[in-house]
């Protein structure tokens, strides 16, 4: 007893401490006595014993989250915790929960349902037969939080998939709540005698219980309670006084959304209470009003009726056809379609309303108009008479608005939110008679005076919604009101209207392609392009839309824009200009630079450069470069890139002049290496590819752009995770240009290169370094080779000295030894043998037998070598033979008498085996005679 006290004691004090404000290392004592004490047997059942002592409610709730915190580990297997404390938890955690205050019964909630999550039904059969049969009392206050409990439990089960194994389960658990069905109907007898608030409370929690348990469907036995549930429901509903009390509205939320999901998954089952489903919710409709608090109950509502018209038998809705009529349309479909009726004043809400609109809602964030039209137009598929009812409500609604246009504008925006509902109904005729009636003559008029925002929104959502209905001439008058709504002072309207522009004439130019370029984009481009233009001279912001729509007008219009080209590239400049001082918009950016590629793409097919032309596009770019943004470098550095492969070789003279800027590029990277920013390399591997590829100029011309290449070769070689792209680089260079000129870098770069070796996988690098070598010497004729690497005989000498003391003996894993030892040695047999051969090659051959006899522990120990793995070893030795046998035959004696010596001692451990055999693998016949000859000399 004195040691649990002990433990207590120790508990409390620990987790008062954490209550207080402290510093640093007096919580990090706290974590150190925190985690002495998780080592301890049996800790999980001590902490949860200290639940149950007399403490203050914050040291208890702080221990709770300790607790509750050791269990998701627990879960999650990043600690251990013994079975029989975790069975000891179960046991006991119901009793805590009814002793404990509401603040601490929220968070023992949660410990049952992370155990709950892994352990239950299975491992935990007797929890919900225990929360079922304390259901059984008077205290509502119990009751809530068993309905909370089983909530917490069972929600789990809507994300499960179907299958036998759960359904047998969910139908289990479903007969064992089956006193949830007589709760529910208990409480709305007795639901005016009782406090409201609890009661409603636990109503919906039962609810919510109910969508998750029936969320997969309604098995049938359980249709005699689901009947009687739905008496209940109609009873509380029709006989309340519908408080605005927040509790009893999302109540009315879930209750709409548990008929709907049980409509969904059991429509045949469900129809059978076709009637008293719409009572219910028609009256819950009828008594929301306005306020936002009651937008979820009438989305939710509206959109029952839609699921009831698409899955109900038309006999079976003649109640919402005829009884509820006349209230159907006044008191919800008018008054809610014609809802966003005040069009925003601030411009930021116009753009985020327009935005909204472009880009459509998911089912949570769908609005009373949307709602609405969603209904309207399910509805009006039921029969005739339902359509011609929609349609007279319409004529209706014109003829009020035409009555007095300017006062009764709401009566048109009525009608066409109408008519948007009909899409689906609306032959091609009709579409076109509306449209010449009621929505084109309103632009026939110069000005925009009598002009409502709202009803010109409208007129493009109309226009936009019907476009597949509309015959070519149609089209053609249609984007002649596009292009003078452009001009409309509204930036709202301005960027739906382009918005529209851009659909609209992709959609043309598929539709009518034989039409298209000649009678409506040669025509109207320039229109379009400097009412865009104009837009951004005025708002000066950067609008993706607009600038999406400019990009496709200059797409579509490639073949005659030309005649535009000097305005156009102005406009690019201006714009460009307007980015780099705010480039916060990336799909902004991204449009601006495609515009920019394009516009090149056409000047340059059609031979328009000029120098000034180049020297503005640089300089633009220039800008954008360093304006410290990574996706602006990005796109400056494609641009450049396009820029080069457009000029070729036949535009020398431009690379030259501009030889400053691609330095300054360079330079800029470099800088973007040197501060670890990596992420420009895929470009910049396109930009210098082509910079090296494109031109064939003498080096002395553009000196300043190869010294500041090499800088960036030089550093990526310092630098492991780049290393790859310097060789790249190298190679380039290499094939491209010739190195006699570079020999002033050479020295650097075998250091680089050294250095290189001593930071990564040997076995990787000294591959790339072998090509590049390898590279380096079939391009030239041993002479050249040889007074190149003379030039810094001492450096290659000592690089090679250097990968034997520093590498290969720190080497422990045998492949890579091996393809190393591979790799050097078919470098050195790709030099000419039959050069003038000097001490410097004869040295670097002694050197690599040297590695030889470092690594003869590995080399020659072919008890532990596979088979393929003593080919490889083969073909390092022999390939030296066979340099013994060259060596020879120059006039270094001295060189050959070493490397010959090196040999023999090498021999000697390869005694054992059959050398004709190998080499007659290794090598072809005509090789043998040179091999036969340096092995009798040996």
């Known amino acids: 007893m004195q040691e649990k006290n002990q433990i207590f004691n120790f508990l409390e004090n620990i987790f008062k401490q954490t209550l207080i404000p402290n510093n640093q290392e007096t919580q990090k004592q706290i974590l150190i006595d925190l985690d002495s004490f998780q080592k301890k047997s049996n800790f999980v059942t001590d902490l949860f014993n200290f639940l149950q002592q007399n403490v203050s409610q914050s040291i208890k709730l702080a221990s709770i989250l300790w607790l509750k915190n050791i269990l998701k580990q627990h879960f999650e297997q990043k600690i251990q915790v013994a079975q029989n404390e975790i069975d000891f938890i179960k046991e006991n955690i119901l009793l805590l929960v009814f002793n404990s205050q509401f603040r601490i019964q929220k968070q023992l909630v949660e410990i049952i349902r992370i155990i709950s999550q892994n352990e239950f039904p299975i491992n935990w059969s007797s929890l919900l037969s225990e929360l079922v049969l304390n259901l059984n009392n008077d205290d509502l206050g119990k009751i809530k939080i068993i309905c909370f409990i089983l909530h917490s439990i069972l929600k789990k089960y809507k994300y499960y998939s179907m299958n036998l194994e759960f359904e047998k389960e969910i139908n289990e658990v479903i007969q064992s709540c089956n006193s949830l069905f007589q709760l529910f109907n208990l409480i709305v007898e007795n639901y005016s005698i009782q406090p409201v608030d609890d009661l409603i409370q636990i109503l919906r929690l039962i609810l919510k219980i109910f969508y998750s348990i029936f969320f997969h469907g309604i098995p049938r036995n359980n249709f005699k309670n689901m009947e009687e549930l739905i008496s209940s429901f109609s009873k509380i509903i029709i006989n309340s006084n519908f408080s605005t009390d927040e509790n009893f509205i999302k109540f009315q939320v879930s209750l709409i959304k548990f008929l709907k999901i049980i409509t969904i998954r059991n429509p045949t089952e469900m129809e059978n209470y076709s009637s008293i489903l719409i009572e219910i919710v028609f009256n819950i409709l009828l008594n929301t009003d306005n306020e936002q608090k009651f937008d979820k109950v009438f989305i939710y509502g509206t959109n029952f009726f839609s699921i009831l018209c698409r899955k109900f038998k038309i006999e079976n809705l003649k109640i919402l056809q005829e009884d509820y009529q006349q209230n159907l349309f006044e008191k919800i479909i008018v008054p809610n379609i014609n809802f ?33 039209i969603e209904f309207v137009q399910e509805y009006s598929s039921l029969n005739t008479s339902s359509l011609n009812l929609i349609i007279s409500l319409i004529d209706f609604h014109f003829q ?19 008519l948007l509902s009909l899409w689906k109904n609306l032959d091609i005729d009709s579409v076109e008679n509306i449209l010449k009636e009621f929505i084109l003559p309103e632009f026939e008029n110069d000005g925009f005076d009598n002009f409502n925002s709202v009803l010109v929104l409208d007129s493009l959502k109309f226009i936009f919604t019907f476009k597949k ?10 984007l002649l009101v596009l292009i003078k709504i452009l001009q409309f002072p509204n930036y709202a309207i301005q960027t739906y209207t382009a918005y529209v522009i851009d659909k609209l004439l992709f959609y043309i130019s598929r539709k009518f392609s034989k039409n298209f370029k000649g009678e409506i984009i040669e025509i109207y481009y320039k229109e379009m392009l400097n009412n865009l233009w104009n837009i951004f001279e005025k708002e000066n912001e950067l609008n993706e839309i607009i600038m999406k729509a400019i990009l496709t007008v200059v797409l ?20 460009v200009e307007m980015l780099i001082k705010n480039s916060q918009n990336s799909q902004f950016n991204y449009y601006v630079f495609e515009l920019l590629s394009v516009f090149n793409s056409i000047v340059f097919e059609r031979k328009m450069v000029s120098t000034e032309f180049v020297e503005k596009e640089f300089q633009m770019i220039d800008f954008t470069f360093f304006n410290n943004n990574e996706q602006l470098a990005e796109y400056s550095i494609q641009i450049a890139s396009q820029i080069m492969e457009f000029f070729g070789n036949e535009n020398q003279d431009h690379f030259v002049k501009f030889s400053n800027f691609f330095s300054f590029i360079l330079q800029s990277f470099h800088e973007q290496i040197v501060s670890k920013n990596y992420s420009l390399i895929p470009c910049m591997n396109r930009f210098i590819s082509s910079f090296i590829t494109q031109f064939s100029i ?22 492991s995770k780049i290393q790859e792209f ?34 990564c996988k040997i076995s990787k690098y000294n591959r790339l370094f072998t090509i590049f070598v390898l590279d380096f010497i079939g391009k030239y004729e041993t002479q050249k080779a040889i007074e190149l690497i003379e030039y810094s005989n001492k450096k290659f ?54 590695i030889l006899d470092i690594s003869e522990d590995i080399i020659f120990n072919y008890e532990s070598i596979d088979e393929n793995e003593d080919e490889n070893e083969d073909e390092v030795v022999f390939s030296l033979l066979i340099h013994a046998q060259r060596i020879e035959n120059q006039e270094d004696s001295n060189g050959a008498e070493y490397f010959v010596l090196g040999t023999k001692n090498l021999l000697q451990n390869y005694s054992d085996l059959n050398l004709r055999n190998i080499l007659e693998k290794l090598f072809c016949e005509e090789e043998m005679n040179s091999i036969e000859k340096a092995l009798e000399k040996i």
């Open 340 to 372: 966003t009726e005040n069009f925003p004043i601030n411009t930021n809400e116009q753009l985020d309303f327009i935005r909204w609109e472009i880009e459509g809602c998911h089912e949570d964030s769908l609005t009373r108009k949307g709602a609405v």
């Open 400 to 418: 009020k608005y035409q009555e007095n246009p300017k006062e009764n504008w709401e009566f048109k925006n009525i009608s066409i939110n109408l």
């Open 469 to 478: 209905n509309f015959s070519f001439d149609i089209f053609k008058q249609v």
């Open 556 to 575: 579509l219009s490639k073949e005659f824009i030309f005649n535009y080209a000097n305005d156009l590239f102005i406009q690019i400049c201006r714009v």
């Open 698 to 719: 003498p080096y002395q011309e553009i000196e300043n752009v190869f010294n500041q290449l090499w800088i960036i070769i030089c550093k990526c070689l310092e630098i």
């Open 726 to 759: 310097g060789f790249e680089l190298l190679l380039l260079i290499s094939k491209q240009f010739d190195l006699m000129q570079f020999n002033q870098f050479i020295g650097e770069i075998f250091e680089k290169l050294l250095n290189g070796l001593n930071q």
């Open 797 to 850: 000498s000592e690089f090679f000295e250097e990968i034997i003391e520093t590498n290969c003996s720190q080497i422990e894993d045998e492949i890579d030894k091996n393809e190393c030892l591979i790799g050097l040695s078919r470098m050195i047999s790709e030099i000419d043998p039959f050069g003038s051969m000097n001490l410097v090659w004869s040295r670097s051959f002694i050197l690599c037998i040297k």
